[in-house]
């Protein structure tokens, strides 16, 4: 090969590069693995870490992931196989994530769906740099405090550096602040608004009216949602809103500590070319055979570089797989099944811990599967009992508030269980 | 060889400029709708917009690139091409008879500061 | 094998299931406290099939695709090389798989332990202090390191740097991610060999700039020679150097970017470190700073205590902010790490010369077919103009769908800019000398059809299920859903 090349030795390839920068050390590496070594390596680090029966949700819930997916998944044709510019050898990509988009479309009542994006908070911001190309000359968005921290703290990042003015707008009784919305947009200057669908308490907000309020205002209302839960709360198409945005982990994927999820954006049809991020599209090809491709390609990075809608270039393609499989697979029953016996759970695990008299309820408001309630126990100490038992509690979103989320997952049992360890006498 | 029409003005990101009186009607050459290849779609503004000379007043899209369109003229946009909307593709059928916007001119005077033909078609030569 | 085009909705029968759950045991109604005016009004039309109907649709749907793991990707600037198996099987373990990202600290030292260690692998591959793994891709890494910039600046109280340089041959993410930062981006020229022109940096450089994001070697797989200048320059005038570490496959064993003078870039663990692309992800895009950069990345952080554990930091003052929910992509991580901790110290010095060799290979080899528009040694992958004899007509469209017919993806087309025919080939370290002969083969094939039989190149591909798509129908109607389709 040298040879061909014309060199002495693969040194001289890098001839051009200057002395003083040529790396003449070691790495702060250990030596090569073998599998093996490699196996018990990552099984010590394992040991480590606790598996814990789960009862927190917090932006991520333990919902039951179907055996099929994962052998699906590993497919290495999926897995191994790069974004699909190339639609002659991609239609197996290219054909489910046009799966994934209509079901992102169902879930949503909202009419076009993107290929999906990182993860729900980014694809928050995403959503409102959405809203401010479509307004006319207004450079100001509203979020709802009662959208998750996390979310929050990503959205007010990238507005920050991207320069467009955030304004919060204060809770109510556990739910969005709505006269106070409506004193926001009265200002004139609102280019869109989000509020959530199931909030960081895991209420259900009443959304009544308030399409009608931001649009009158001449400004875009996205909502931030769960789409798994959408199965059976009523969705944003319904409740008027111009974009759904959310995190799609919900759908069966594991915790995964924290990543990689799924986030996902649909709008209405006419806002389609602001969207960020990949399209796939249906199309004929020459001999009339119908196909999928990558299209409104021309709004993205690689053609319309600092003009394009954003930077983002790859989505999260395989977890986008992930839920189009979990979805097939569950259908419109299966998810209704899933929230009923979450809900049911959750109501379970509420009632009892009111009726102990030693937790009390915060917010008298509607939830599915998630609900904060506020105690004097020791929340340190009980959280500490319950770790040694193999249980994570409620999540403490505030001194003595604690936020709970129970999935199909949990048991009546283990329910029981939870309950009994908080409620013992610490030893 | 793109065409090049004598009788109007150009602008040098390739829009043309037609003036009826104090009206600037406007469109793309010849040689943008070429390089763009099948057009699908134009984002136009809206009827009663304030526009200066140099602001991006849309964009169109082609398969595979999407060109911003930059008002050669200042003044308010009176009209709006609607034909465009179920069918951009007629700017690649004959450029310079469709117009994109029309535009009320608040400083004619403007329009003597773009290329004329002959300047226009040796910009495209050198490009 | 006969072919399968049916979408999952179409095989879906009212009544079949594919799951089973437990049954509802807690004897309570939760769904009756939620009024009416909250549920949905219409069941969303989702399919219904069986667990059997899902895995023949899915499967049947990856026979369509090309992966890796099927043939030789010589896709420049992707760095598609080999995706090792074992990373697959730690990844999944349930000992990481189930942890909540918000479990008591005490509980997950294992996995903050595996993220400390990547963090600091990654260090000293770079020569950057430290390292944040949140973001989640490439494209957001760069976001995230011009926010890291922006900060800089930010805290030194200097409102003025609104401007990045950035060269003319960048990938479309530098000015993209430049412009969601709030960053308005400058060009700077390249020189007919794609380096960067000093003589047109030069003036660029004044207090208004915070700072320059390119690439090395550049994407035209060619080193900047000058890069100590650049960096000198830049720094001179008060700005910092981002790198883009798409291209750090050749730096591997090499050369560290900290030592260029870089003060902050991102890696792409889905191109150098070996985890799968995924049909477009989920990648992972983890940003280094130098030292007095560290204050500023994004939380949250993971940090080394004194007593040896590993904690979590969820805020900072001077931290620019968040960028993800939680820690990042943590299963794409660990692939990474697996990937790393499997070369180790020794072979890891392995990659970049490999890749380097494999590159200048093809290069030599077709260079009397192809037009080469740039002499010299390049790096791990390099770009052609299209065909040395374009007599024909055949483009390097035409060429990358012919390349589909033999059996291999195309390489890059159309990137970089510079040139109108470009075609970028990267073969990465992991194929053989029998895969790389095979590839020229073919290549030097097409070229001589293009010369002797060019209609055959033009019509191509035409051995695959579908060719030629309407794409101009796709963009002028966008179908985007089921349902949309049938309307």
Redesign the interface.
Same mark, same amino acid.
């Given at each position: 090969m040298l040879d061909k090349i014309g060199v002495g030795s693969v040194d001289e390839l890098y001839s051009d590069v200057p002395e003083e920068v040529l790396f003449r050390g070691e790495y702060d590496l250990p030596e090569g693995m073998s599998e093996t070594e490699l196996r018990e390596y990552f099984t010590n680090l394992g040991k480590k870490n606790e598996q814990l029966t789960v009862f927190a949700g917090h932006g991520a819930y333990d919902h039951y992931s179907p055996s099929v997916i994962p052998h699906l998944l590993e497919r290495s044709e999926f897995y191994t196989a790069y974004t699909p510019y190339q639609p002659e050898i991609s239609q197996g990509t290219l054909q489910y994530i046009f799966e994934y988009q209509s079901m992102i479309s169902e879930l949503t009542g909202m009419e076009s769906s993107n290929a999906s994006m990182y993860d729900g908070a980014t694809a928050a911001a995403e959503s409102m740099f959405m809203m401010v190309a479509s307004a006319r000359k207004k450079n100001r968005v509203l979020v709802s405090s009662t959208l998750l921290e996390s979310v929050r703290k990503v959205i007010a990042t990238y507005m920050k550096f991207h320069g467009v003015e955030l304004t919060e707008l204060p809770e109510k009784e556990g739910e969005t602040d709505f006269t106070a919305m409506a004193e926001e947009l009265a200002k004139g200057d609102v280019a869109g608004v989000m509020v959530p669908s199931v909030n960081r308490y895991g209420i259900i907000e009443n959304l009544e009216g308030v399409a009608e309020k931001v649009h009158g205002a001449k400004a875009s209302l996205a909502i931030y949602c769960d789409p798994s839960a959408l199965a059976v709360l009523k969705t944003p198409g319904e409740w008027g809103a111009d974009i759904a945005c959310g995190d799609g982990q919900t759908l069966g994927m594991p915790l995964q500590f924290g990543g990689p999820y799924l986030g996902f954006i649909a709008c209405r049809k006419d806002m389609l070319r602001k969207m960020p991020g990949r399209v796939v599209g249906a199309t004929t090809d020459r001999n009339g055979k119908r196909c999928y491709v990558l299209t409104l390609q021309a709004r993205e990075q690689h053609i319309r570089r600092q003009k394009a809608t954003s930077n983002i270039c790859s989505n999260q393609s395989l977890m986008a797989l992930y839920a189009t499989i979990y979805v097939a697979l569950m259908g419109p029953q299966g998810l209704r099944d899933v929230n009923r016996l979450s809900c049911d759970g959750a109501h379970y695990l509420y009632d009892r811990l009111i009726e102990s008299g030693k937790f009390s309820k915060v917010y008298d408001k509607p939830f599915l599967k998630e609900f904060v309630v506020k105690t004097d126990l020791d929340t340190a100490a009980m959280a500490a009992r319950l770790r040694r038992n193999g249980m994570m509690g409620g999540v403490e979103i505030a001194p003595g508030v604690l936020e709970f989320a129970v999935t199909e997952k949990r048991t009546k049992e283990q329910i029981d269980r939870l309950i009994t360890v908080m409620l013992e006498e610490e030893k | 060889m793109s065409t090049v029409k004598e009788d109007v003005r150009y602008a040098e990101s390739h829009e043309w400029v037609k003036v009826e009186g104090d009206i600037a009607v406007i469109g793309i050459s010849d040689y943008a709708q070429h390089a763009l290849?099948?057009i !699908?779609?134009v984002?136009m503004p809206e009827e009663g917009d304030e526009i200066e000379a140099g602001d991006v007043f849309g964009a169109v /899209?082609? !398969?595979?690139?999407?060109s911003?369109l930059i008002c050669p003229v200042s003044g308010e946009v009176v009209a709006v091409n609607e034909d465009l909307e179920d069918s951009? /593709?007629l700017i690649n059928k004959d450029a310079f008879e469709t117009w994109i916007i029309k535009v009320r001119m608040s400083d004619a005077s403007q329009v003597d500061a773009l290329l004329d033909a002959a300047a226009y078609a040796k910009l495209c030569e050198d490009e | 094998m006969k072919e399968y085009d049916k979408l999952i909705f179409e095989i879906s029968k009212p009544g079949r299931k594919g799951y089973q759950l437990p049954a509802d045991k807690y004897g309570v109604d939760g769904m009756s406290a939620i009024p009416a005016g909250l549920m949905r009004g219409e069941a969303p039309e989702l399919p219904e099939v069986s667990e059997l109907d899902v895995v023949r649709h899915y499967t049947n749907l990856s026979n369509k695709n090309f992966g890796v793991d099927t043939g030789f990707y010589p896709l420049g600037s992707c760095t598609m090389k080999y995706n090792p198996k074992i990373n697959e099987e730690l990844a999944s373990l349930p000992a990481f798989a189930g942890l909540h990202p918000l479990q008591d600290v005490k509980s997950v030292q294992g996995a903050l332990q595996l993220y400390y260690e990547l963090q600091q692998a990654l260090s000293s591959l770079a020569g950057l202090k430290e390292f944040t793994l949140n973001p989640y891709a490439g494209a957001h890494g760069e976001l995230t390191g011009l926010m890291v910039m922006r900060q800089y600046h930010k805290l030194r109280g200097d409102d003025k740097r609104t401007k990045v340089i950035v060269p003319d041959t960048a990938h479309g993410t530098n000015p993209a991610s430049a412009m969601v930062a709030g960053l308005e981006v400058v060009e700077v020229k390249s020189r007919p060999n794609g380096s960067i022109d000093i003589e047109d940096l030069k003036p660029l450089l004044d207090d208004t700039v915070a700072g320059i994001m390119m690439t090395n070697p550049n994407t035209l797989g060619m080193f900047e020679t000058e890069i100590m200048e650049i960096a000198s320059l830049v720094h001179e005038a008060g700005g910092l150097l981002y790198y883009d570490g798409a291209n750090l496959n050749p730096m591997l064993g090499k050369v560290r970017p900290g030592d260029m003078g870089f003060d902050i870039m991102h890696i792409n663990l889905h191109k150098t470190f070996s985890t799968p692309h995924g049909g477009g992800g989920p990648g992972s895009g983890p940003v280094g700073v130098s030292e007095r950069l560290v204050d500023l990345l994004p939380t949250p952080r993971v940090v080394k205590l004194d007593d040896g554990s590993f904690d979590v930091v969820y805020n900072g003052d001077e931290s620019l902010g968040s960028v993800s929910t939680f820690f990042g992509n943590f299963g794409v991580m660990m692939k990474a790490y697996a990937y790393i901790l499997s070369l180790g110290r020794d072979n890891i010095k392995n990659v970049g010369p490999m890749a380097t060799l494999n590159a200048n290979y093809i290069k030599e080899s077709l260079r009397d077919l192809y037009k080469l528009p740039v002499e010299g040694p390049c790096k791990h992958e390099f770009v052609f103009d299209g065909l040395a004899d374009k007599s024909t007509g055949v483009t390097t469209l035409n060429v990358a769908k012919r390349l589909l017919d033999f059996g291999f993806h195309a390489p890059t087309i159309y990137f970089p800019l510079l040139f109108h025919e470009s075609l970028m080939i990267e073969p990465t370290e992991t194929e053989s000398l029998e895969t790389l002969d095979e590839f020229i083969d073919v290549m030097r094939k097409v070229a001589i059809e293009a010369r002797e039989n060019p209609e055959l190149v033009k019509e191509a591909p035409v051995t695959t299920a579908i060719s030629h798509p309407d794409e101009t129908g796709a963009a002028k109607n966008p179908i985007l859903s089921y349902k949309a389709m049938k309307a």
């Open positions: - | 290849g099948d !699908v779609y984002d /899209e082609s !398969v595979k690139a999407a911003d951009p /593709e | -």
